[in-house]
């Protein structure tokens, strides 16, 4: 039973009150996936159990630390007041000398695989499990919040932004004595969504959902400040976005390829010699292709694939002759096998010459000799 008594001056009156825990869950009462069951016993962990006050966060942490001892893990707790409901053989530390650090430098020498920490408030709570889970040890922390996202907001400025994915990787979101929402976090260095130019990376933390791994959050430093950002939803279908700028490019240029990075950004590559016919005198085409469609395009040459195809090889006297019917004019490589052997054009009549006593010639002379395949590329 928690009791807290208040009285005058601190109140106005004499208060009392008590609260005694009424349910004792096992974490399949959750209805706990099997994936989330694992990633618990799967490696120690930095977990955060958030949500308002009264929710049935303590209620949680105790059922999980229950079902890992089940699974032959020591575990132990920090707790101000002790009161979680556990088993007998979990230990049930308090403040030594009303210092959690102290009890967390005893800790690191009993060596748990899981501590349970309830909770975390202050600035020192907050760092006490960071190093405590810097040090290996696994952390499961127990803290006020009103939405998920809120849990990751309290440790940044607590602990450093780069770590806080190393401290805590999965946030549970408990109200009403429910799991409502789950998140893993993930640090990685990306271009912030929102912005698109290569210059603009920067190290990220990802708030992703846990179970559809879609990123909701996005977590990074802009100038001084941390910015927690969400990330767009409800953007506009991508597809229907690529069909609306093939329409209109087709008006402009024979050959094109399109990649949509987002409703507001797209890349359009196309031949290098009609570049100058998709920007425009002054960048006018562009400029008036953009307002249309409401995005950004950038402009890049289009890289033609080569077609390849095998030759066929015949001679003369002075000549090995390469035909490349239907070619003429062209520029076209000529392969051994996979290997280059020259760059040369397509004559009039579809066929390439080569000379016998030239070194590509008597390249080719020996790949013939030994039955390797003659290749023409066209590009």
Same mark, same amino acid.
Do not use: C
């Given at each position: 039973?928690?009791?807290?008594?208040?009285?005058?001056?601190?109140?106005?009156?004499?208060?009392?009150?008590?609260?005694?825990?009424?349910?004792?869950?096992?974490?399949?009462?959750?209805?706990?996936?099997?994936?989330?069951?694992?990633?618990?016993?799967?490696?120690?962990?930095?977990?955060?159990?958030?949500?308002?006050?009264?929710?049935?966060?303590?209620?949680?942490?105790?059922?999980?630390?229950?079902?890992?001892?089940?699974?032959?893990?020591?575990?132990?707790?920090?707790?101000?007041?002790?009161?979680?409901?556990?088993?007998?053989?979990?230990?049930?530390?308090?403040?030594?000398?009303?210092?959690?650090?102290?009890?967390?430098?005893?800790?690191?020498?009993?060596?748990?695989?899981?501590?349970?920490?309830?909770?975390?408030?202050?600035?020192?709570?907050?760092?006490?499990?960071?190093?405590?889970?810097?040090?290996?040890?696994?952390?499961?922390?127990?803290?006020?919040?009103?939405?998920?996202?809120?849990?990751?907001?309290?440790?940044?400025?607590?602990?450093?932004?780069?770590?806080?994915?190393?401290?805590?990787?999965?946030?549970?979101?408990?109200?009403?004595?429910?799991?409502?929402?789950?998140?893993?976090?993930?640090?990685?260095?990306?271009?912030?969504?929102?912005?698109?130019?290569?210059?603009?990376?920067?190290?990220?933390?990802?708030?992703?959902?846990?179970?559809?791994?879609?990123?909701?959050?996005?977590?990074?430093?802009?100038?001084?400040?941390?910015?927690?950002?969400?990330?767009?939803?409800?953007?506009?279908?991508?597809?229907?976005?690529?069909?609306?700028?093939?329409?209109?490019?087709?008006?402009?240029?024979?050959?094109?390829?399109?990649?949509?990075?987002?409703?507001?950004?797209?890349?359009?590559?196309?031949?290098?010699?009609?570049?100058?016919?998709?920007?425009?005198?002054?960048?006018?085409?562009?400029?008036?292709?953009?307002?249309?469609?409401?995005?950004?395009?950038?402009?890049?040459?289009?890289?033609?694939?080569?077609?390849?195809?095998?030759?066929?090889?015949?001679?003369?006297?002075?000549?090995?002759?390469?035909?490349?019917?239907?070619?003429?004019?062209?520029?076209?490589?000529? +392969?051994?096998?996979?290997?280059?052997?020259?760059?040369?054009?397509?004559?009039?009549?579809?066929?390439?010459?080569?000379?016998?006593?030239?070194?590509?010639?008597?390249?080719?002379?020996?790949?013939?000799?030994?039955?390797?395949?003659? +290749?023409?590329?066209?590009?």
């Amino acid at each position: 039973i928690r009791i807290a008594i208040t009285e005058k001056p601190f109140a106005d009156r004499m208060e009392i009150t008590a609260v005694r825990p009424i349910a004792k869950l096992s974490i399949e009462e959750y209805g706990v996936s099997e994936e989330l069951k694992q990633r618990f016993i799967e490696k120690q962990r930095g977990v955060l159990i958030s949500g308002p006050p009264g929710a049935g966060k303590s209620t949680f942490a105790a059922s999980v630390a229950n079902f890992l001892m089940n699974h032959g893990f020591m575990v132990k707790t920090m707790e101000s007041p002790r009161d979680l409901m556990v088993r007998d053989d979990i230990t049930q530390y308090a403040p030594l000398e009303n210092d959690m650090r102290l009890t967390a430098d005893l800790l690191l020498l009993v060596r748990p695989d899981y501590t349970i920490y309830d909770e975390l408030r202050k600035t020192s709570d907050f760092q006490v499990f960071a190093d405590m889970r810097l040090a290996g040890v696994g952390m499961i922390g127990v803290t006020h919040a009103t939405r998920a996202i809120d849990a990751v907001q309290r440790m940044i400025g607590r602990v450093e932004l780069g770590v806080i994915p190393q401290v805590v990787d999965t946030i549970i979101f408990i109200d009403a004595g429910e799991i409502k929402k789950i998140y893993e976090l993930n640090f990685t260095v990306k271009v912030p969504s929102g912005m698109y130019e290569s210059d603009l990376a920067r190290p990220v933390i990802e708030v992703s959902d846990f179970e559809t791994k879609k990123v909701e959050y996005e977590i990074y430093t802009y100038g001084e400040q941390v910015v927690v950002m969400p990330v767009e939803r409800g953007q506009r279908n991508l597809s229907d976005v690529e069909s609306r700028i093939s329409k209109l490019i087709g008006n402009y240029v024979s050959q094109y390829e399109v990649e949509v990075l987002s409703d507001r950004k797209a890349i359009i590559r196309i031949p290098e010699e009609e570049i100058p016919v998709i920007v425009g005198k002054r960048g006018r085409t562009i400029r008036k292709i953009e307002e249309a469609l409401g995005m950004s395009i950038d402009v890049y040459p289009l890289k033609i694939k080569e077609e390849i195809r095998e030759a066929e090889i015949s001679e003369t006297d002075k000549h090995w002759i390469i035909h490349a019917e239907g070619l003429e004019g062209r520029r076209v490589n000529i +392969y051994i096998d996979k290997e280059l052997l020259l760059t040369a054009s397509v004559g009039s009549r579809g066929v390439v010459k080569v000379r016998k006593e030239t070194e590509a010639g008597k390249e080719l002379r020996l790949a013939l000799m030994k039955g390797e395949k003659i +290749y023409i590329g066209e590009f």
